[in-house]
């Protein structure tokens, strides 16, 4: 786990860019969880008291939505879709196959920092199923052979 | 305030403007049972256990958040009524611990009194549980969230009564629980004894630690036919 990045000068600057509404708190979060990768307890503390909320309550709004993360994540994000379609056409499999080949299972993150396993619920692909994503990048009509293709040559070029 | 006139179980109500259907029906001796409304709180309408037919309305209504209206003509306890109550019964103790017999609070507990009212026993729903560690650390408070039915009444006491802020609502879905902080057990550093929110708590989630040889809080429960 490295260490908890320093996040004051950071989070200084994107609080510049706010007013101080309550409403500011989900884009704070936004903009922090894209900088930090995850969200700290002390960002979140920090943007509570910026916006004279309680911890307890920006941690409840924090954790009801699944964008964000208390711990940190790899720099790529794969995101496997397990919505009807993608099950139909061996979604689950493609997931299998990932999470053999990363050796982590969907939420964790490898111990080189390198993958977040995630899954979703239809990332609404559904005519390309089976789906999955790493990053921004979507991936279509998948095979266990074409993902574990897919794997390798992000590892290439990494 | 205009006096208003309604129609509550076929009898004329007379009410002023503004009340809820619930505190006119309070007013006229007709009693509706109540999980998470006190009238000391900001009614919020979770626990739907008050709601009440109202004729052209497309749904039930909450009565303990929705105003009463002149002309308006109200059922509380409907055949429709009375099994959505008995449902919600169900599907609290569902996901309730069920632990009456150890439970330092199970004879005053609302949601048992509620579901003996309601004559509910069992649920017919598969038991779906969330246990959690009894939080215990605290020399003033003891916490089971095992127990908490999510009626919010502990936050919104701590909020508005006795106007701290200790407790907030987080995660979602069947995983929401009311957290202290950053989802720590519940201490003496967040928490001083001001025990507003263990009056408040309608279940055994919220108790005084037990003192030695200390009996059971309130007469047994004895369900009469």
Known sequence: MPAEPDVTRELKEILSRYSGASSDLIPILQEAQEKFGYLPEEVMQRVARFLRLTDNMVYGVSTFYAQFSFTPTGRNKITVCRGTACHVRGGARILKEIERRLGIKPGETTEDMEYTLETVACIGACALAPTMKIGNETYGQMTTMKAAEVLGAKEKAS | ?225
């Open chain 2, 1 to 225: 305030m205009a006096e208003i006139t309604a129609t509550i179980n076929g009898r004329q109500v007379k009410a002023k403007e503004g009340m809820t259907i619930l505190e006119a029906a309070l007013e006229s001796g007709i009693d509706i049972p109540t999980l998470c409304h006190r009238p000391e709180l900001v009614p919020i309408g979770a626990c739907r256990i008050c709601v009440v037919e109202v004729e052209g309305s497309r749904t039930l209504v909450g009565s303990c958040h929705t105003p009463i209206a002149g002309g308006m003509v109200i059922h509380t306890h409907s055949d429709k009524v009375l099994a959505t109550r008995r449902m919600i019964i169900e599907l609290l103790l569902a996901s309730h611990c069920g632990s009456c017999y150890m439970c330092d609070k199970a004879n005053i507990c609302e949601l048992r009194k509620i579901a003996a009212d309601l004559e509910v026993g069992l649920p017919r729903f598969q038991m779906r549980k969330n246990y959690y560690a009894l939080e215990d650390i605290s020399p003033y408070i003891v916490r089971d969230l095992t127990k908490c039915i999510m009626c919010r009444r502990c936050a919104r006491a701590c909020r508005e009564v006795a106007g701290h802020n200790v407790f907030g609502i987080a995660y979602r879905g069947f995983d929401t629980k009311v957290v202290v902080d950053f989802d720590q057990p519940i201490d003496k550093e967040v928490c001083r004894d001001c025990g507003v929110c263990i009056s408040f708590c309608p279940t055994g989630a919220l108790g005084k630690p037990r003192e030695a040889k200390e009996e059971k809080r309130g007469k047994p429960l004895i369900i009469t036919s």
